[in-house]
């Protein structure tokens, strides 16, 4: 379930404040088969264990954020660094 767009508009880096927006498909794809190799860690340093069915990113590419269930898990120590997508 996609996140709602007026929510998406208010919606923040909890961090830095940057605005947010939609992961796209092709970074969702890459991030997805890094974790599944077991090579992608959240802010805190855990490994993530769960594929994202979507995802949203700081405009500056700077952190990524899982949505779960259609819901934005916006936790400082659960972002995923995008620099680990490259």
Do not use: F, W
């Amino acid at each position: 379930m996609p996140v709602d767009k007026e929510l998406l508009s208010i919606l923040c880096c909890p961090k830095t404040k940057v605005d947010i927006q939609e992961l796209i498909k092709q970074d969702l794809d890459k991030l997805n088969s890094k974790i599944n190799d077991g090579t992608i860690h959240y802010a805190d340093g855990k490994v993530v264990e769960e594929p994202l069915s979507e995802g949203l990113v700081t405009v500056d590419l700077q952190t990524v954020y899982r949505v779960d269930d259609g819901i934005p898990v916006m936790l400082i120590d659960m972002g995923i660094p995008y620099k680990q997508i490259q």
